[in-house]
Structure formats: C-alpha cells, structure tokens
T-cell receptor, first 112, second 113 residues
Framework: QKEVEQNSGPLSVPEGAIASLNCTYS??????FFWYRQYSGKSPELIMS????GDKEDGRFTAQLNKASQYVSLLIRDSQPSDSATYLC????????????FGSGTRLQVQP | NAGVTQTPKFQVLKTGQSMTLQCAQD?????MYWYRQDPGMGLRLIYY???????DKGEVPNGYNVSRLNKREFSLRLESAAPSQTSVYFC????????????FGSGTRLTVV
C-alpha cells in the first residue's frame, strides 16, 4: 500500500463550482498534512496545512481532516480557471526518514 | 529574492555520462532535499540533508550521490547516467527538518539517451 494515495484525475469542474480533492494515507501516526499546488511546468508551492481533525479554511480553500478514516481533502470553492493545476497531498513521516512523502497528485481542470 | 536556484534547467546526457545538478538557497535554511518527479509517480525523495554536515538516503537513492557543500548548497551527482534517470529533478529547502513548508527550485529536466 502506498503511503499517500490520490486519484490522478483529471477532475473537471465548471467555473464557479466546488472542486473536491481527496487523499488517503497509510500511517496512523501521521500528525500533519499538507497540500501543494503545481502548475504545469512549474514547481510545487505550499497552499494549505492541517494538523487537527475537522476543517481549516483559508480564503476559497478548505482542508478537511479525518484521522479515524485516514483521509484528508481539499475543497476549492468558486473554482476559477486559474485553479487548474495538479494538487499534491504530502505527509511527514511518523518515524524514520525526515522528509515529506508526496502523493502522485490530482490534476484539476476548471472549465470556463 | 532568489529563493532556491537550480542549474542547469535542461540537460541531455548519453548513457554512462556523469553530471552534477547544482542547488543553492539564500534563505538561511538548514534543511535541503532532492526529489525526482516522473509522470504518474509524484515526487519521490532521492536524498535529503537535515542540516549542514549531514545527508541521508531517501526512497530512491540508487545511482545518485549528494554533497552538502555548505549551508547554502546541496548538489546531486549522477555518476553513470541511465535512461531510467530521465526525469524532472527538484531541489527544495526548509527552515529545519520539522518545517514542512518547502520552497522548491524551478527544476532540472534531464533526459538520458
């Protein structure tokens, strides 16, 4: 089982809709979770982090964490074409190597 | 405001050739990382350096070596390039090993023929 799993997509949503991106992880000890956005041909950039169960909101972005289900999601409200990118879920190790493990990413396409 | 600088941006190598990918950061970060990104496989950790003077293997270290030259610079060397090493390579840095807000360089697109 991969440490971090994401549906590769593409996830296609119309402009103005809510985009829902999902991520599951295998290490029950994981304490924090990160969402990076990567535009085509560019490098990843951090957009959200979440540390506790529940929701965390930042502008049009909401991260949701359910540790019991080992599930983290990213909601993008009022999706814009400029949100079209690949979204990478990342999890730090609970033990061992001290660097983020990334999922393979979900490609989001927002249709004008 | 350079952040993390990687050179070169593009490189084509023949099988068996060697090369070094350079990475430098000007943010006074302690930790630095090398990842490779292949289609459908996300970012995979090659090596990391939690602090100056230390380096550790990541998920896919075979065929690579690293040098943490000083606090600013972390280089990745391919001793004998293979077609399987065709990839996009990203260097990243963070304030410390428990800071997961990484700053990434712009990447090096490497093709081995």
């Amino acid at each position: 089982q991969k440490e971090v799993e994401q549906n590769s997509g593409p996830l296609s949503v119309p402009e103005g809709a809510i985009a829902s991106l999902n991520c599951t992880y295998s290490d029950r000890g994981s304490q924090s979770f990160f969402w990076y956005r990567q535009y085509s041909g560019k490098s990843p950039e951090l957009i959200m982090s979440i540390y506790s169960n529940g929701d965390k909101e930042d502008g049009r972005f909401t991260a949701q964490l359910n540790k019991a289900s080992q599930y983290v999601s990213l909601l993008i409200r009022d999706s814009q074409p400029s949100d079209s990118a690949t979204y990478l879920c990342a999890v730090p190790p609970f033990t061992g190597r001290r660097a983020l493990t990334f999922g393979s990413g979900t490609r989001l396409q927002v249709q004008p | 405001n350079a952040g993390v600088t990687q050179t070169p941006k593009f490189q084509v190598l023949k099988t068996g050739q060697s090369m070094t990918l350079q990475c430098a950061q000007d943010m006074n970060h302690n930790s630095m990382y090398w990842y490779r990104q292949d289609p459908g496989m996300g970012l995979r950790l090659i090596y990391y350096s939690a602090s100056e003077g230390t380096t550790d293997k990541g998920e896919v270290p075979n065929g690579y070596n690293v040098s943490r030259l000083n606090k600013r610079e972390f280089s990745l060397r391919l001793e004998s390039a293979a077609p399987s090493q065709t990839s996009v390579y990203f260097c990243a840095s963070s304030r410390g090993p428990l800071d997961y807000g990484y700053t990434f360089g712009s990447g090096t697109r490497l093709t081995v023929v």
